[in-house]
């Protein structure tokens, strides 16, 4: 029986202009390990579940034949169709992780970038042995947040964060959410039986940054966008004090990001 993801899709709904501003593009070297993993260099197919704005979707645009991002988000999935416009080998439908649509034995890659947590896994692991051939590769990849740039910056940072969720837990913003532990990925995919082969790595790349998009990327977060929706205004969450400190800290010059990410990846 399938989890009710209701919430988890509405989390989603309303900043997909913000998301696909502040959040970083996937490592580039992730899609050479993932195609030599299938032993294919040019796929036929690469599906991205929960692909959101397309950010994980487009970044295979030159080294696939087509790509199918799957986004059950009718706010994310206009964003995404938007950013788009002119790449003939991409595109994207409404479905959900454990629903694709898509063919039996369809693809040789499918992806899910910061999103397999909001998943149901069991019948998510069954969609995709179902739609990947067999030797098919499946990786799941979450950054971590915040990306490493200065350690002042990234407390701060946790502690915007952590007491956005605070709130909207006690005012009850997030009932109905499902979310599953990121750090129990592996052990899930292990233990559902649908995988040959089941591996983590890590893997990460840079972009620059600044106090701005320190900013974008905090509101780029469901958590704190949910208390916004909910009509919570920037300073009843402490977005000013945050933006100022940030500005302290960081200041309009970009400098290195490093963003590191955590893949777990499965053969079927």
Known sequence: MTTNLVANVERFNGFADTYDKYRPQPPAILLDILTQLAQVERPRLVVDLGSGTG??????????EQIIGVEPSDDMRRQSKARATGLANVRFQRGYS????????????????????????????????????????????????????????EKLYDEFDTRAEEIGAARGFYRGVKQWNKSEHLARMQASDKFRFVKELVVHHIELGNAERLVGLALSQGGVATLLKRGMTEAEIGVPEFRARAQELLGDAPSPWYFSYRVRVGII
């Open 55 to 64: 950010l994980s979707t487009r970044v295979w645009v030159d080294r696939a």
């Open 98 to 153: 454990h629903e694709t649509g898509l063919p039996d034995a369809c693809a040789e890659i499918a992806t899910a970038s910061q999103s397999l947590h909001w998943m149901d896994p069991p019948t998510t692991f069954t969609e995709i042995a179902r739609i990947l051939r067999p030797g098919g590769v499946f990786a799941a990849y979450d950054a971590d947040w915040p990306p490493t740039l200065n350690w002042k910056a």
